[in-house]
């Protein structure tokens, strides 16, 4: 990436760091400002460049619930398992439930979840979170 200003060349240092950790990253901001194409950024630059990489935005599953997407069950595979070893962008997590964010909470916490019938399992993911909440909203 060729950037000429010095608040972008702050901005690339930054993800730099960010991309060389495992840490969860929050990426906020007003829609169209390019939270998902930071986001793809920080894959490209990181150790796990050549795994996957899964966008999932909760306003877009259809016909299936939430936390069967992201958990999966006994049956079928979430984006947690499938991406193992990858990166997920989870978008406007906003809009995810307060339920649904605790269960991801306690996910970035403990590196465990549990499917919708309860069996626990593990995943190592890089989660990137966006959000179009600006600063002092509730």
């Not at 960010?18 to 920080?42: C, Q, R, S, W």
């Not at 984006?79 to 269960?103: A, P, R, T, W, Y």
Request: hydrophobic share 40%; aromatic share 8%.
């Amino acid at each position: 990436m060729i950037v000429r200003s010095n608040v972008m060349k702050n901005t690339i240092q930054l993800l730099r760091k960010v991309a060389a950790n495992d840490m969860p990253v929050f990426i906020g901001g007003e829609t169209g400002v390019g939270k998902k194409f930071l986001a793809g950024y920080i894959h490209h630059i990181s150790k796990r460049s050549q795994n996957m990489i899964f966008a999932w935005n909760p306003e877009e599953v259809k016909g299936i619930g939430l936390e069967e997407d992201l958990f999966g069950t006994e049956e079928q595979s979430g984006v947690l398992e499938v991406c193992d070893g990858g990166v997920v962008i989870i978008e406007n997590i906003e809009k995810m439930s307060f339920s649904l964010q605790n269960k991801l909470k306690w996910f970035i916490e403990n590196g465990e979840y549990q499917t919708v019938q309860g069996k626990k399992r593990k995943a190592d993911v890089k989660l990137l979170l966006t959000s179009v909440f600006l600063t002092g909203t509730v």
